[in-house]
């Protein structure tokens, strides 16, 4: 099994930068594929963006492509959100969650057994 524990949310203006973090413990995270998810006030959650347990690939939403970097480093336990060019729209709690490796899909939450707590991201217009 993996904790996952997400930081680093907050406020910022429309147009700037936020980077998130999320921090496991437990199993070697090299285990797990990894994802990051956001739900909105009154919305579903919904997939943000995804990396491969090794770096190797990542997957993201269409609407943040080209804006948001997942990495992830194995040797410390963490994946990193990397947000710029930061949207109204993409205020929202966001979640980092974990899932077994060559596992089910990517994009559904249901796949992922593993979730942080969530953090909150505010952009402000």
């Known amino acids: 099994q993996v904790q996952l524990v997400e930081s680093g949310g907050g406020l910022v203006q429309a147009g700037g930068s936020l980077q998130l973090s999320c921090a496991a413990s437990?199993?070697?995270?090299?285990?797990?594929?990894m994802g990051w998810f956001r739900q909105a006030p009154g919305k579903e959650r919904e997939f943000v963006g995804y990396i491969m347990w090794n770096g190797g690939s990542t997957t993201y939403q269409d609407s943040v492509k080209g804006r948001f970097t997942i990495s992830r480093d194995n040797a410390k336990r963490t994946m990193a959100l990397q947000m710029n060019s930061l949207k109204h729209e993409d205020t929202a709690v966001y979640y980092c969650a974990a899932k077994h490796r060559y596992t089910g899909s990517l994009y559904r939450e249901t796949t992922y057994p593993y979730w942080g707590q969530g953090t909150q991201v505010t952009v402000s217009s």
């Open positions: 437990g199993d070697p995270t090299n285990m797990y594929d």
